[in-house]
Nanobody, 123 residues
Framework: VQLVESGGGWVQPGGSLRLSCAAS????????VGWFRQAPGKEREFVAA????????YYADFVKGRFTISRDNLKNTADLQMNRLKPEDTAIYYC?????????????????WGQGTQVTVSS
């Protein structure tokens, strides 16, 4: 499975961005998907996860109520809608896929990773 993120960019505080993760391979629909981020000088951290069928979703506390993860298995995509963005959301955002299929919060549970997309929130 190859993953390619898109949709990053610069936005003012309070603004919105929608990240998309496009996957190759017919098995993507059976994989769990997660979004992670890494800010300069910090470790990669979990943002959100969605199970293979979209029935189960989990968010990091710092994005609850602001970010929404979704997927479309017919299109082999997974999105992260980010609203009310804050400067501390500035980071490289990564999409990841896990053969486990369910919710996976730890980075070690993901076998496939995209190259990342930069999100910058500043005025």
């Amino acid at each position: 499975v190859q993953l390619v993120e898109s949709g990053g960019g610069w936005v003012q505080p309070g603004g919105s961005l929608r990240l998309s993760c496009a996957a190759s391979g017919r098995t993507f629909s059976s994989y769990g998907v997660g979004w992670f981020r890494q800010a300069p000088g910090k470790e990669r951290e979990f943002v959100a996860a969605i199970s293979w069928n979209g029935d189960n979703i989990y968010y990091a506390d710092f994005v609850k109520g602001r970010f929404t993860i979704s997927r479309d298995n017919l299109k082999n995509t997974a999105d992260l809608q980010m609203n009310r963005l804050k400067p501390e959301d500035t980071a490289i955002y990564y999409c990841a896929a896990s053969t486990a299929g369910g919710l996976v919060a730890g980075a070690g549970g993901y076998e496939y990773w995209g190259q990342g997309t930069q999100v910058t929130v500043s005025s």
